[in-house]
């Protein structure tokens, strides 16, 4: 077991031992609930959804990684959970159109969306939290009517009779993004616990969970556009909030929430370690701090590209191109889980940080479509290595009493970072054209080698 897992991760099983078992100096013998008549008796079986290893051993085929990940999670987990993260992923474009539809300004349209933004980073780490102390089920089921309400809530602001005010649509607008559920940060928490610590097994978890957040925030922004465009402004709120009432739920009380389940006080006390003053925090705090730098990539790349496209008279076509960086790292990210074990989380974080940075001055080059294309699969491909790097760092520095809160402190960071990159990337864009907003890009891509590097250095062997 990598000693990096925490311990409180329950053990992978597997087949049992006749022979004699052996023991350590340090550590006496387990005695059976035979040998010791006051011996607690046996905890109930959890589902076979929720037990770490459950079903056959993994095989070494490129299929049989992912089928795996079938078999952990049990039946239905996997489109569960893509779909109950659409939400996430739809709200702030959502925001965006709705008000912009209802107000005749683009302003207010931006500013509803920055306050789904703002409230998501609030809100996301408080659920995240909560999760840690009572459990993913509970908070998840009261997130999922909360977020409902709140849609509620925003379409009767945007269309109130007297016409939509500013401050009461923005208010809306950021009670809808602190109470949108964090599927996606919660499922990696329970992904830690059904691979019982094998670093491959939950490379590919990890893997997978990156594509999907890439796929949805891809399809998530398409249905906005395509409801909105086909029908009204308002009905994609109207799918955000079907989904949310049923899927998140469904997500919820799954049978692998088991795998996560709630730290009570006691426990909490028994599994923290003696911290290192000051060093504890900092490893927690540079993951957060490299999806800051991820999101600003994000943020300032979207806004050049649109740029870029109303440079050309293609304004409408930034989506489009961003959705080819986001497919070239959803790729990428898959292939994670074939990379050698020997090849450390720390050095992955490094050299896929520096990929980006070698990659992302490409963007100032191309002067037509063709060549973006080119450039944007090229760029993409360190990209999602490096969310599912992070991902495997943030679970690992974090005590297990707090893996809920740190992960959905990660997924906050991206979109803190996104708000962050698309208004640095607004202003160059004013001054510079494309290029200009471009280098905000190639800025955070050099943050982020800055952050992996001191986070190398701190995990050196001897520190």
Do not use: K
Not at 18 to 44: F, I, M, V
């Amino acid at each position: 077991m990598n000693p990096l897992i925490p311990s409180t991760v329950p053990e992978r099983t597997g087949p049992r031992r006749t022979g004699p078992r052996r023991t350590s100096p340090e550590l006496p013998a387990r005695s059976s609930a035979a040998d010791s008549p006051a011996a607690e008796p046996p905890a109930p079986e959890r589902p076979a959804a929720a037990r770490p290893g459950a079903g056959r051993r993994p095989t070494r085929s490129s299929g049989g990684r992912y089928a795996r990940l079938l078999r952990l999670g049990g039946r239905g987990f996997l489109p569960i959970a893509f779909v109950a993260r659409l939400p996430l992923a739809m709200t702030t474009v959502g925001a965006l159109t709705l008000a912009t539809a209802a107000t005749g300004s683009y302003a207010v349209g931006g500013l509803a969306a920055g306050a789904v933004g703002v409230g998501s980073a609030l809100g996301g780490p408080l659920m995240g939290h909560l999760a840690d102390r009572v459990g993913q089920r509970a908070v998840l089921l009261v997130s999922a009517l909360a977020h409902t309400v709140a849609i509620g809530l925003l379409l009767v602001t945007a269309h109130a009779p007297a016409g939509p005010a500013v401050p009461p649509l923005a208010a809306a607008s950021l009670l809808v993004g602190t109470t949108c559920p964090q599927v996606g940060p919660l499922a990696r928490v329970r992904w830690r616990g059904l691979t019982g610590g094998d670093r491959r097994e939950l490379d590919t978890a990890l893997s997978y969970e990156s594509t999907a957040d890439e796929l949805t925030f891809v399809l998530g922004p398409a249905l906005v556009g395509l409801l909105a465009s086909l029908l009204a402004p308002w009905t994609p709120f109207v799918l955000v909030a079907a989904l949310t009432i049923t899927m998140v739920p469904c997500f919820a009380v799954h049978p692998t929430h088991l795998a996560a389940p709630a730290a009570a006080g006691g426990r909490r006390r028994r599994s923290a370690a003696p911290a290192v003053p000051g060093r504890d925090r900092v490893l927690v705090l540079l993951p957060v701090l490299g999806m800051v730098a991820m999101g600003t990539f994000f943020g300032a790349v979207q806004n050049a590209l649109s740029a870029f496209g109303g440079e050309l008279g293609v304004r409408s076509a930034a989506g489009l191109l961003y959705a080819v960086l986001g497919v070239s790292s959803a790729a990428a990210a898959l292939s994670v889980a074939w990379w050698p074990q020997r090849f450390r989380p720390a050095a992955r974080w490094v050299v896929s940080a520096g990929a980006m940075a070698a990659l992302s001055p490409l963007f100032l080059l191309p002067g037509g479509m063709v060549p973006m294309l080119g450039v944007l699969l090229l760029a993409g491909l360190p990209v999602g290595p490096t969310m599912v790097t992070i991902y495997t760092i943030g679970g690992d520095v974090a005590r297990p009493e707090r893996l809920g809160t740190v992960m959905t402190m990660l997924a906050s960071g991206v979109v803190l970072g996104t708000a962050v990159g698309a208004a640095l990337a607004g202003v160059m864009a004013e001054t510079a054209g494309h290029r200009g907003a471009f280098t905000a890009a190639v800025g955070a891509a050099c943050a982020m080698v800055v952050i992996s590097a001191a986070l190398a250095l701190l995990q050196r062997p001897g520190r």
